[in-house]
């Protein structure tokens, strides 16, 4: 997949562009048959995939409210680029590019620049300055200009047939802590990912069980509570249990996320690793003593043995 993140990078048009545009958080079902359907399309006619998103969020450009990321920009990324779509323009945000009008976009961005023949979005799709450009201005513009309109329905959930699968669905799942249903939306473990960095280092002294501990930045936090995880480090991939929130039993109301990686033994500081939630085992306890706390582990590495299996 070629990765292009500066209009300016393009020198001339690609091979009849078919295109799909979106912020893809969560690069999710919903979003997967889109870019699929991009692919189809592009395969039929000769032509060159492309999706199209923005760096940051357009809400966060604009200085307004957005939501946490279910996926930040390098996952995206990769999500993106393993679904087969030739090109991924992921271009800057900001308040010059959100005042270039709609027809603008379509006529100098779309047309001119992008050399697109077909375009692929969803049902509330909107776009220009303003929002003022929606599908019937695409349609009207694609029969002067000579490329096709193509709107996907939703895709919906299997099970229910009824809850659409979006990017707010899957928040409100992880927030809600069932993680196991966000997987079912994202096709995937909903996954965290960063740095190891030092903590309080009372896991292997105190408790007997040593973690790795990482920070969140701008991505979404799964509700508080103990989880079976996956770990994938630079050693291979693990079975770990995970503590999101204060550690009641310490007192001390510091967050943290704190990954005890089951038969592992690394030094991990300073190295990324990624964290697959595979299901919440339980709600933080304040336990009486920290020799109790220490049993309750050792419970938790149990069943998650047992889900892992």
């Given at each position: 997949?070629?990765?292009?993140?500066?209009?300016?990078?393009?020198?001339?048009?690609?091979?009849?562009?078919?295109?799909?545009?979106?912020?893809?958080?969560?690069?999710?079902?919903?979003?997967?048959?889109?870019?699929?359907?991009?692919?189809?399309?592009?395969?039929?006619?000769?032509?060159?995939?492309?999706?199209?998103?923005?760096?940051?969020?357009?809400?966060?450009?604009?200085?307004?409210?957005?939501?946490?990321?279910?996926?930040?920009?390098?996952?995206?990324?990769?999500?993106?680029?393993?679904?087969?779509?030739?090109?991924?323009?992921?271009?800057?945000?900001?308040?010059?590019?959100?005042?270039?009008?709609?027809?603008?976009?379509?006529?100098?961005?779309?047309?001119?620049?992008?050399?697109?023949?077909?375009?692929?979005?969803?049902?509330?799709?909107?776009?220009?300055?303003?929002?003022?450009?929606?599908?019937?201005?695409?349609?009207?513009?694609?029969?002067?200009l000579g490329y096709e309109t193509i709107v996907s329905d939703w895709v919906r959930d299997v099970e229910t047939d009824t809850a659409r699968i979006s990017s707010t669905v899957i928040r409100k799942l992880v927030m809600d802590g069932h993680v196991e249903r966000a997987k079912h939306y994202l096709g995937?473990?909903?996954?965290?990912?960063?740095?190891?960095?030092?903590?309080?280092?009372?896991?292997?002294?105190?408790?007997?069980?040593?973690?790795?501990?990482?920070?969140?930045?701008?991505?979404?936090?799964?509700?508080?509570?103990?989880?079976?995880?996956?770990?994938?480090?630079?050693?291979?991939?693990?079975?770990?249990?995970?503590?999101?929130?204060?550690?009641?039993?310490?007192?001390?109301?510091?967050?943290?996320?704190?990954?005890?990686?089951?038969?592992?033994?690394?030094?991990?500081?300073?190295?990324?690793?990624?964290?697959?939630?595979?299901?919440?085992?339980?709600?933080?306890?304040?336990?009486?003593?920290?020799?109790?706390?220490?049993?309750?582990?050792?419970?938790?590495?149990?069943?998650?043995?047992?889900?892992?299996?």
């Open positions: 997949m070629e990765l292009i993140e500066d209009l300016n990078q393009i020198k001339v048009p690609f091979n009849n562009a078919v295109v799909t545009i979106g912020n893809f958080d969560g690069v999710h079902k919903g979003h997967q048959a889109l870019l699929h359907q991009v692919i189809e399309k592009g395969t039929q006619i000769g032509g060159t995939g492309i999706a199209m998103t923005f760096e940051p969020h357009p809400l966060r450009a604009l200085g307004l409210s957005s939501p946490p990321l279910i996926t930040r920009r390098d996952q995206k990324i990769e999500l993106i680029e393993s679904s087969g779509i030739d090109v991924l323009l992921c271009l800057p945000f900001d308040k010059a590019f959100a005042q270039i009008t709609a027809r603008a976009f379509i006529e100098d961005i779309l047309i001119k620049k992008i050399g697109m023949k077909t375009i692929v979005i969803g049902p509330d799709y909107s776009f220009g300055k303003n929002r003022a450009g929606n599908i019937e201005l695409l349609k009207a513009k694609g029969e002067e995937r473990f909903y996954q965290i990912r960063g740095k190891v960095i030092t903590g309080r280092k009372r896991g292997g002294s105190q408790l007997g069980f040593p973690t790795a501990n990482i920070k969140l930045h701008d991505e979404l936090c799964p509700k508080f509570g103990v989880y079976a995880v996956t770990v994938e480090t630079i050693h291979g991939k693990f079975k770990g249990v995970a503590n999101i929130g204060f550690s009641p039993t310490f007192g001390d109301h510091i967050f943290t996320i704190e990954v005890h990686i089951l038969d592992f033994k690394e030094n991990i500081y300073d190295s990324r690793i990624r964290v697959n939630m595979v299901k919440r085992l339980r709600d933080e306890i304040k336990f009486s003593s920290i020799a109790q706390l220490s049993d309750q582990i050792r419970k938790d590495i149990e069943t998650v043995k047992e889900i892992l299996k």
